[in-house]
């Protein structure tokens, strides 16, 4: 008995080929699937469907982990992440607070130095340099000590009253520096500039704290001898600019 070509197909089913074929649609139905899935990409959802495909693609326990963090989106603030954005708006407000009242002190400090000093300025007897972050008023040597001593002249001392009561009016460290020339000195009361600089300095920090109450905490005095000269020691003038005394303040408000 001869059976046609169409029953045995009905008897034989589908060819073989429709069964690798089916097969590969349903893979990647999954796959497109999943990929749908992950189309937001985050680890929740990552770590829920991660099992389910390392199983379909045969991967097994290689399939590669990720963090148990929770992902944290563009725009959104992740654990103590709005506190930490918040604490570094404020603090840059802060400084920059503090920035504007520190340039408006010096502002104003300038501007009542340069008034209440008036005549010193204009002969040089004093000299006022604005550096930025501190400013300098410097007294040269010349007019402000007895050559070879640590003896203020007498003129020196109205003058340094009236500085101090601009002192007074602001807060910040005050640093005095003594500076001398490069000609040695080796006397009974000095042993060399350091101890001459050094010394011209702490009189100029005590007269600042005994005659116009400044703040021990808020002074230092510095001796450099001749390490830091404006201009080089090679003529008398030079050496006469060299030898000076400076007052620099670090101004963080004026109450003038």
Known sequence: MKISALERR????????MVTFADLMSLLF??????????????????????????AFGKGPKMMRTTSQP??????????KGKTQEHIRTRSTARVVQFDNSVKAKRSFLFQ?????????????????????RIIIRFPGATSFVPGSAEMAKDIGPTL????????????????????????????????????????????????????????SRITAQGFADSRPLV??????????????????EITSFEG
């Open 10 to 17: 009905k008897i034989e089913g589908a060819p073989r080929w």
């Open 30 to 55: 999954a796959m497109f699937v999943l990929l749908l899935s992950f189309s937001k990409v985050d680890n929740a959802s990552f770590t829920q469907n991660a099992g389910p495909m390392r199983d």
């Open 71 to 80: 992902s944290i989106q563009p725009g959104e603030a992740g654990p103590g």
């Open 113 to 133: 130095f340069r008034r209440s000093m008036e005549r010193e300025l204009a002969e040089s007897r004093i000299l006022l340099i604005d550096k930025g972050d």
């Open 161 to 216: 009253d009236r500085i101090a009561s601009i002192l007074r009016a602001t807060k910040g460290q005050i640093v005095v520096s003594g500076h001398s020339d490069n000609s040695p000195i080796s006397t009974a009361q000095f042993r060399s500039n350091w101890d001459l600089s050094s010394a011209r300095a702490v009189t100029v920090v005590h007269y600042l704290m005994n005659k116009a109450g400044i703040k021990s």
């Open 232 to 249: 080089k020691n090679n003529s008398p003038e030079n050496q006469s600019k060299n030898r000076r005394v400076e007052i620099s303040i």
